[in-house]
């Protein structure tokens, strides 16, 4: 991809000549009081947004809290999406994870009140933003440019969440909201409320209190329907073929309870003490019941076969929970300003006694099995198919995980305004340390005897299942399994192995300096340049299975550090243009999974971790130039270069050095540079200058173009072999599209998310044939509200408004790898606020 950067700029710029464009500036034009407009609702919350982006030091972009609840976005990710450069990674149909500009969330950072949030997820370090409800949010801030006050770890950016505050609002201030949601798929109601509050009190003198607290809970119950094939099509076939394919039904409950409780002392307008919390505790009970027909050769659509089929039930429930303090202090002394903060916070994710497989097999080939398309090849077969009688049971698989995430925080920040050459300016130095651990504990227990108990199926059976992509059959009663379990041995069937293997430590320390300075160079241009230095400083504890059958305990450790240069300029080309560079660089750590010390060897194959892995480093170049067209209106285009530096990726690394002899080993290692490239573009205006009803339309429009190459290596029969590739789950285009209308009645907004497919698995290194990629994905979603009085509004939402289903496919787009439907989702609220 290609960009000529002088004509767009030049483009951008042509426009604050423009007579048109200049009236609405409210900048350019005298007012008197009999001129002064109130803006508000949704026009008022795009203006407040855009006015923290204009003002900002470096490249942000902004969610008020209010915009939050404008969409049905019910947690944070979801709220983002709406970001120029921003897209989500969704799980049953919710977002979970968050994308900016092309890079994957495990390379992006997440802080709530300015403190890193820790990951929940074993073996990562990507936040699931689902966990974080929506109503307890004040405002959402994506950082594209790091300045060298932030920690440097991202690369894409930085996602920094606000709970609310008291010393922000005026006065006392109660809100409430309470929805039910109609799911369209498992046509369950399901309820949600939310409430927050809270106060400024004045004391002696000066002093104030603040004291905000928020509530959030909902529970929602729906489901989902799902064929998959895993990638599995022989593509050198002609036509190509299949040997297995699994179908889906999954029955799901999701809780969340939520929690804010901040409180701000300002003693004068000199010192302010604070300390902000936040909880949140995000419970998924699942049912997943699945049928897998693995055929006795490979086999098209349409082309009757036999094969072995299996029924099986996994059923979990796991609980993840963010917690999240910081206290702090800011002070102000002459010239000097001090600030200063204690934070910490921890994630977990529990899944007790979860069964992870019961497994009822065919007690023969059932003949006569198809499937109808490549796209949805939902298998049907003859009666025997569908009788529980057919089935035996063969393994409960039962499993225990948790996983923990501590981190805590000491940060000092201190500053100095100055006058050079009677120009504004400012040194600020500072420094930080954090200590993290990463701890993961599994077992597992495997029964395969089941004395003299029923192993039929017709004895665990339940009724038949809607399925909505064809005909099911029966279920597995949970229930059933469950009594069944209580009555076997449990201690002998509990597997050492695994249970050992999946446990481990990491202890990470991270002590980090760094000096910067920023000036006004000229009345209109604003220079920041700076350095942060990192030190890391890791310890690594886990098991291992050698060659011998033997399980020993590993024990490794990997020190590095980083520094990393920053320059940071903001240009106002006039009144209403304003121009953004910067160089920046930035280092991600590898993740937990990607670093662990836990191996298996057993002479022939093996899988480990690489705890000497180097962390990712990234050279990042902005430029973008924003054209304001008064308080609610803004064109603005940006772009952006990331050279990537140890690229990490999984690799089979058998035939290499010491593994001369071995038919596969599975690691992780660095890989040559990578390079990001983009273009973002946005626009959002409201049209208050046309007549009347015409001037309660708003529009807001955002597309970001991105490009992207990296290099992968390994062995494929002893032979050394590289493959370029994009970098894995960037799209080329992620786009916006919000059109809303509103007057001092009624409001209503219509939004589409769209996002380009993107590469999710690279399973060979010798072609692209069975390589995995996501489809492109459009949702539409609307809102509408109606102010019945200045305190109550009634609310309806349509999430996923064209039913977009979820699909991933091998190489082409007509073979499936995963296809999963989940419906619309409806709902109906009322909304109470008095400030």
Partial sequence: MTFRTVPLVAAIALLSSGEALADQNPSTTEKNADDEIVVVGQAAR????????????????????????????????????????????????????????????????????????????????????????????????????????????????????????????????????????????????NPSLAVSAGNAFELDGEKRLGVALALSWDDRDFGSDNV???????????PAVLDEIEMREYSINR???????????????????????????????EQRLAIVSEFSEGVTAGTEIDGAVARELKDREETQTIMSSVVGGEHFLGDWIVEYKLGASKASEDEPDGIAGAVFESSADITGLSFGNSRRPVVSGPAAFYDPAQFELTEIESESNLTEDIQRQAQLDISRDLLINERFATIKGGAKAVKRRKTQDGDVWVYEDFGAASTSMADYAEGD????????????NKDSVRNLMSGLDRDAAYDEEESTLADYSINENITAAYLMGSMDVTNDLHVIAGVRHEMTDTELKGNALTADDELIRTETDNDYSHTLPALLTRWNINRSTQMRAAWTNSVVRPTFEQMSPNFTDDGEEAEMGNPELDALESANFDLGISHYMGSTSVVSAALFYKDISNFIYESDIAGSTGYEDYDEVITFQNGDDAAL??????????????????????????????????????????????????????SDVTGNFIVGYENDVYSVRLATNYKSEYLAEVNSLENDLSDVYQSSQTQMDLNAAYNATENLKVTFEIANLTDEPYYSYQNKERYNAQYEDYGPTYRLGVRFTNF
């Avoid at 998959?228 to 002609?238: F, P, R, S």
């Fill in 46 to 189: 795009m203006q407040r947004a855009l006015e923290r982006e204009r003002l900002a030091d470096n490249t942000i972009s902004a969610v008020d809290s209010d915009a939050i609840g404008e969409l049905p976005d019910a947690n944070a990710a979801e709220a983002l999406q709406r970001i120029p450069g921003l897209s989500i990674e969704r799980d049953q149909g919710e977002g979970r994870f968050v994308r900016i500009r092309g890079v994957g969330a495990e390379l992006n950072a997440v802080t709530v009140n300015g403190v890193q949030v820790p990951a929940p997820e074993a073996g990562s370090r990507a936040v699931a933003l689902d966990v974080i409800p929506s109503t307890l949010l004040s405002s959402l801030t994506v950082t594209k440019t790091l300045t060298p006050d932030m920690d440097a770890n991202a690369i894409g950016g930085t996602v920094d969440i606000k709970s609310i505050s008291a010393l922000d609002k005026e006065g006392a201030f109660a809100t409430a909201k309470a929805e039910a949601a109609y799911d369209e798929q498992s046509e369950n109601t």
């Fill in 228 to 238: 998959e094939t895993g990638g599995g099509w022989d593509l050198e076939e002609d």
């Fill in 255 to 285: 809780e969340r309870v939520g929690a804010a409780l901040n409180l701000e002392l300002e003693l004068n307008k000199d010192h302010r003490f604070y300390m902000n919390n936040l909880y949140s505790r995000f419970s998924d009970e």
């Fill in 465 to 476: 299942r809607g399925y909505s992509l064809g005909q099911f059959g029966p279920g597995i």
């Fill in 677 to 730: 490239k983009g273009l973002e573009l946005a626009f959002s205006h409201q049209f208050s200058s046309l007549p009347a009803p015409f001037n309660g339309l708003l529009m807001s429009a955002n597309a970001t173009f991105t490009s992207s190459d990296a290099t992968v290596s390994g062995f494929v029969d002893g032979e050394l072999t590289e493959r370029d590739i994009q970098l894995p789950n960037q």
